[in-house]
């Protein structure tokens, strides 16, 4: 799998983590409790998303660390001898680490949000 493609699963896995689980928690922190109630009759499927939080949760951290381990081993890969090629060969791992970056730092919200502001609140 190429290394974008881990990165943009990744991505997609957090944020649905982000979506199922740490939505609610939110609204209900920042007492926006009535418009999250609104927003469920928009959306009802987050009611289904939500009662399967810990498997969500679980394939986002398998994805991540998965991302994660394709992104270590194609920044050790070396970039072709053409300049042209090797430049974009390195803007396009840094910009995938910056997205493996962005979706490691939106799970960690979410999780925090879905899993432990709860439990201290």
Same mark, same amino acid.
């Given at each position: ?53 810990? !498997? #969500?949760?679980? @394939?986002?951290?398998?994805?991540? /660390? &998965? $991302?994660?381990?394709?992104? %270590? ?24 680490? !910056? #997205?493996?970056? @962005?979706?490691?730092?939106?799970? /960690? &919200? $979410?999780?925090?949000?879905? %899993? ?6």
């Amino acid at each position: 799998m190429e290394d974008k493609s881990a990165n943009y699963l990744s991505l997609f896995a957090s944020s649905s983590t982000l979506i199922c689980c740490a939505l609610p928690s939110l609204f209900v922190v920042i007492g926006a409790g009535a418009s999250f109630a609104n927003l469920l009759t928009v959306f009802p499927f987050l009611i289904v998303l939500s009662q399967y939080k810990i !498997y #969500i949760t679980m @394939f986002a951290l398998v994805m991540i /660390v &998965f $991302a994660g381990y394709v992104n %270590y081993k194609t920044y050790h890969m070396p970039c072709p001898a053409d300049p042209e090629i090797g430049r974009l060969c390195m803007q396009t791992r840094k910009r995938s680490r !910056y #997205i493996y970056y @962005f979706s490691v730092g939106l799970f /960690v &919200f $979410a999780t925090i949000f879905t %899993y432990i502001i709860p439990r201290i609140i």
